[in-house]
Nanobody
Framework: VQLQASGGGLVQAGGSLRLSCTASQKIFAIKDMAWYRQRPGEARDMVAFTADGGSANYADSVKGRFTISRDNAKNTIDLQMNSLRPEDTAVYYC????????????????WGQGTLVTVSS
């Protein structure tokens, strides 16, 4: 399974973007999914996380502005980002704990390649 992140780009402060993480194949099951981001020169930090269909958790800096969701029909993991700020500028990565097929032996963590979000002031 490969995850492909898309939807990044340049947006003005206060604007919105929707990131999508698309799997290369139909996935049998997903337990956990998350979006991380990495600013230049900094470590990769969790932005939004949801485990096994439970409630989502968000970094304090994005609470009330970002929403993580899954679209089963489109086979995507999405991140809706509203009221964007210059400090949200980063490369965003999706990740998920996946069991690719019903016959797969176990679960694995998969990462997308990252998509750049730039917020101008």
């Amino acid at each position: 399974v490969q995850l492909q992140a898309s939807g990044g780009g340049l947006v003005q402060a206060g604007g919105s973007l929707r990131l999508s993480c698309t799997a290369s194949q139909k996935i049998f099951a997903i337990k956990d999914m998350a979006w991380y981001r990495q600013r230049p020169g900094e470590a990769r930090d969790m932005v939004a996380f949801t485990a096994d269909g439970g409630s989502a958790n968000y970094a304090d800096s994005v609470k009330g502005r970002f929403t993580i969701s899954r679209d089963n029909a489109k086979n995507t993991i999405d991140l809706q980002m509203n009221s964007l700020r210059p400090e949200d500028t980063a490369v965003y990565y999706c990740t998920a704990k996946i069991k690719p097929t019903e016959s797969s032996s176990g679960w694995g963590y998969y990462w997308g390649q990252g998509t750049l979000v730039t917020v101008s002031s």
